[in-house]
T-cell receptor, first 113, second 114 residues
Framework: NAGVTQTPKFQVLKTGQSMTLQCAQD?????MYWYRQDPGMGLRLIYY???????DKGEVPNGYNVSRLNKREFSLRLESAAPSQTSVYFC????????????FGQGTRLTVV | AQSVTQPDIHITVSEGASLELRCNYS??????LFWYVQSPGQGLQLLLK??????LVQGIKGFEAEFKRSQSSFNLRKPSVHWSDAAEYFC????????????FGSGTRLSIRP
């Protein structure tokens, strides 16, 4: 039972490069989330998708875009990476109707140089 | 808008001592509340959750939390900590009534004194 799978696990980018972080869940959850974790700041919500076909901005959306490709997949794109986007990124999913908690992937450690 | 405050950035307790980690939330409707734990270099594990009913919630690893609506608090407690409890602890609030948003606090790092 894979749960929430994120790829890649590690990535180094140069300033200005673009990349997409992939996330897939196999729990048939309708809601998915992207967070970034920085020391002393906890997890901050970047974007979320309450259901397939919808996305909304979270607390820190600037510099990011997302795509809810289907019910399983929710990708996060950095169009022009900046050093301030160096962080650990977590994808999560939950089932609002079933009142579940958020289930997390193992994270992607991104360094922008 | 939802928000979560964890006022203690870092707490150190002796092994075997009791523990209380504070969490205050701001949310207009009935909140769904969670406590997660993260060990160094690891992902997040759910300790316990509150959706409704009994305001004292039992979780894994001997943790419990009490929802106090009048104080907008959801403090985490453990009667006797173990060295393996050293980790970072996050409180979170969800708004499942509308947009399904889950907001986390900034975390409390717990150190255990031998």
């Amino acid at each position: 039972n894979a749960g929430v799978t994120q790829t890649p696990k590690f990535q180094v980018l140069k300033t200005g490069q673009s990349m997409t972080l992939q996330c897939a869940q196999d729990m048939n959850h309708n809601s998915m989330y992207w967070y970034r974790q920085d020391p002393g700041m906890g997890l901050r919500l970047i974007y979320y998708s309450a259901s397939e076909g919808t996305t909304d901005k979270g607390e820190v959306p600037n510099g990011y875009n997302v795509s809810r490709l289907n019910k399983r997949e929710f990708s996060l794109r950095l169009e022009s990476a900046a050093p301030s986007q160096t962080s650990v990124y977590f994808c999560a999913s939950s089932d609002r109707q079933a009142n579940t908690e958020a289930f997390f992937g193992q994270g992607t450690r991104l360094t922008v140089v | 808008a939802q928000s979560v405050t964890q006022p203690d950035i870092h707490i150190t307790v002796s092994e075997g001592a009791s523990l209380e980690l504070r969490c205050n939330y701001s949310y207009g409707a009935t909140p769904y509340l969670f406590w997660y734990v993260q060990s160094p270099g690891q992902g997040l594990q759910l300790l316990l959750k509150y959706f409704s009913g009994d305001t004292l919630v039992q979780g894994i690893k001997g943790f419990e939390a009490e929802f106090k609506r009048s104080q907008s608090s959801f403090n985490l407690r453990k009667p006797s900590v173990h060295w393996s409890d050293a980790a970072e602890y996050f409180c979170a609030v969800a708004s499942y009534s509308s947009a399904s948003k889950i907001i986390f606090g900034s975390g409390t790092r717990l150190s255990i004194r031998p």
